[in-house]
């Protein structure tokens, strides 16, 4: 049972590429999310779906893209990276709406020169 | 102000000491989880409760929905729970999920 999986694990970009960040969880969950984690800033949400074809805002969207076509996989989308997205990225999946024991990914360290 | 505060931010502690850490929060909640990420590591799930108290080995996770707090308690430290030990409230609203809301986390170090 792989869990969640998240690739790549590192990635360098420069500012005003685009990348996809993958995350695929092979537990059927409904609940998937994604999550940034800033040194002193903690864990972010950024998007969030709860099912195939749903989507929806967290505290911080802006800049990510998501879609959500099958139950297993949630990609996220820098759409012209900034600086300000260098970061750690932790995808996340939970048979319920937060209320579920929590599955994360192993992280993405992203670098946006 | 987070709506999830921790304490302590940061606690060194002896190995075999009975460690605690605190858990605030400002809203009501659906659950309430206790994560634990190795330095450099992923992230783990420890805990997910919405009352009473919860055990497995030497962690013990308690929560009091009254006054919104929570602790989590590892008896018989060892030097392997050095680790960042987050705690993150889960809330539905008003029909929609909201995914969670976590707190800035507790630095632990447990010396030999």
């Known amino acids: 049972n792989a869990g969640v999986t998240q690739t790549p694990k590192f990635q360098v970009l420069k500012t005003g590429q685009s990348m996809t960040l993958q995350c695929a969880q092979d537990m059927n969950h409904e609940y998937m999310s994604w999550y940034r984690q800033d040194p002193g800033m903690g864990l972010r949400l950024i998007h969030y779906?709860?099912?195939?074809?749903?989507?929806d805002q967290g505290e911080v969207p802006n800049g990510y893209n998501v879609s959500r076509s099958t139950t297993e996989d949630f990609p996220l989308r820098l759409l012209s990276a900034a600086p300000s997205q260098t970061s750690v990225y932790f995808c996340a999946s939970s048979q319920d709406r937060g209320t579920g024991e929590l599955f994360f990914g192993e992280g993405s360290r992203l670098t946006v020169l | 102000k987070n709506e999830v505060e921790q304490s302590p931010q940061n606690l060194t502690a002896q190995e075999g000491e009975f460690i605690t850490i605190n858990c605030s929060y400002s809203v009501g909640i659906s659950a309430l989880h206790w994560l634990q990420q190795h330095p450099g590591g992923g992230i783990v799930s420890l805990f997910m409760?919405?009352?009473g108290k919860k055990k497995h080995g030497r962690l013990i996770a308690t929560i009091n929905i009254q006054e919104k707090h929570s602790s989590l308690h590892i008896t018989a430290s060892h030097p392997r729970d050095s680790a960042v030990y987050i705690c993150?409230?889960?809330?539905?609203?008003?029909?929609?999920?909201?995914?969670?809301?976590f707190g800035k986390g507790t630095h632990l170090i447990i010396q030999p």
């Open positions: 409760l919405s009352s």
């Open positions: 993150a409230r889960g809330r539905y609203s008003g029909g929609g999920a909201d995914g969670l809301t």
């Open positions: 779906s709860v099912g195939a074809g749903i989507t």
